[in-house]
């Protein structure tokens, strides 16, 4: 069983679309998290989730937003698509309050290709 | 602002080789330390972390690490490497902040190649 999936795999389309990725988890966990991994294979955090509530929110352009319909999705929303967002995009979920000590578990990633 | 630096980019070994990578982090705080590894295609998994306690942490696969706090330092090693030890290993910190939260920052990576 796949503990968090991410769809789509890959991912191309064009300058200025809107495009959306979807996370789920089917580990009960209570927080999911984005990140974004550059050419560089830096990963930094976008956003995390509790309970569908947003607790951290990094200096990430407006275009994107995620979405929390229930604790086991976080969906990412990207609008205006541009040629820096190509990226590979990985979610995670942890199990309890995001608390410092928790392990995060990783989605296998959606790789972004902005043309 | 926390950083965490991984000095050893790329790594080449033979198999049977010892291996350590490097991690250093900035931050005069409690951290909580963890080392990821990325199989080629595969998603991030958890190889080792570290709270409290023993500063000597054993994970899966035969790796270790070693929290040096005077040092800022949780190098990662392994006595004897094998080719299906070819990977992406990521070291990264956590901690919290206001409300307690996660922050997990992550190294660059260091991508480690093993020759049969």
């Known amino acids: 069983d796949t503990a968090v999936s991410q769809t789509p795999k890959y991912l191309v389309t064009q300058m200025g679309n809107d495009k959306s990725i979807k996370c789920e988890q089917n580990l009960g966990h209570d927080t999911m998290y984005w990140y974004k991994q550059d050419s560089k294979k830096f990963l930094k955090i976008m956003f995390s989730y509790n309970n569908k509530e947003l607790i951290i929110n990094e200096t990430v352009p407006n275009r994107f937003s995620p979405k929390s319909p229930d604790k086991a999705h976080l969906n990412l929303h990207i609008n205006s698509l541009e040629l820096g967002d190509s990226a590979v995009y990985f979610c995670?979920?942890?199990?309890?309050?995001?608390?410092?000590?928790?392990?995060?578990?990783f989605g296998p990633g959606t790789r972004l290709l902005v043309l | 602002a926390q950083s965490v630096s991984q000095h050893n980019h790329h790594v080449i070994l033979s198999e049977a080789a010892s291996l350590e990578l490097g991690c250093n982090y900035s931050?005069?705080?409690?951290?909580?330390l963890f080392w990821y590894v990325q199989y080629p295609g595969q998603h991030l998994q958890l190889l080792l972390k570290y709270f409290s306690g023993d500063p000597l942490v054993k994970g899966i696969k035969g790796f270790e690490a070693e929290f040096i706090k005077s040092k800022f330092s949780f190098n990662l090693r392994k006595p004897s490497v094998q080719w299906s030890d070819t990977a992406e290993y990521f070291c990264?910190?956590?901690?919290?902040?206001?409300?307690?939260?996660?922050?997990?920052?992550f190294g660059a990576g260091t991508r480690l190649a093993v020759h049969p």
């Open positions: 931050y005069g705080g409690t951290v909580n």
């Open positions: 995670a979920s942890s199990q309890d309050k995001g608390l410092a000590q928790e392990t995060q578990y």
């Open positions: 990264a910190v956590s901690s919290s902040f206001s409300g307690g939260y996660n922050k997990l920052i």
